[in-house]
């Protein structure tokens, strides 16, 4: 599969399961929303890193390879780090 296909794939991915969390949201299912939205989030951010030619299956390693590449971008990496360890402590 190439990277750009793999790419999509994570994107298409990340959102169903951003229907899924909106789903569990509207049930009343606060802490699986948010367990689905942070999963939404680090396929996504897996779908960066296939771009790349990277991966990983680790968290700590997705979001350091994820926010460096954005850091790049002009997307404020410490926001975004921020935002993974608030969702992560749920």
């Keep these: 599969m190439s990277r750009i296909n793999l790419a ?3 994107i298409r991915k990340a ?8 789903d569990n949201f509207d049930q009343k299912y ?9 999963y939404a989030m680090f396929t996504s951010a897996r779908a960066i890193l296939a771009l790349k030619e990277m991966d990983s ?3 700590s390693s997705v979001i ?12 404020s990496p410490r926001r ?8 992560n402590t749920y």
């Design 8 to 10: 999509m794939y994570r």
């Design 64 to 75: 350091a390879h994820s926010t460096s590449i954005l850091s790049k971008k002009d997307v």
């Design 57 to 59: 299956s680790r968290h």
């Design 80 to 87: 975004l780090v921020n935002f993974y360890q608030r969702i």
């Design 30 to 38: 606060y802490g699986l929303s948010i367990n689905r939205s942070y």
């Design 15 to 22: 959102k169903d399961i951003l229907i899924e969390a909106k």
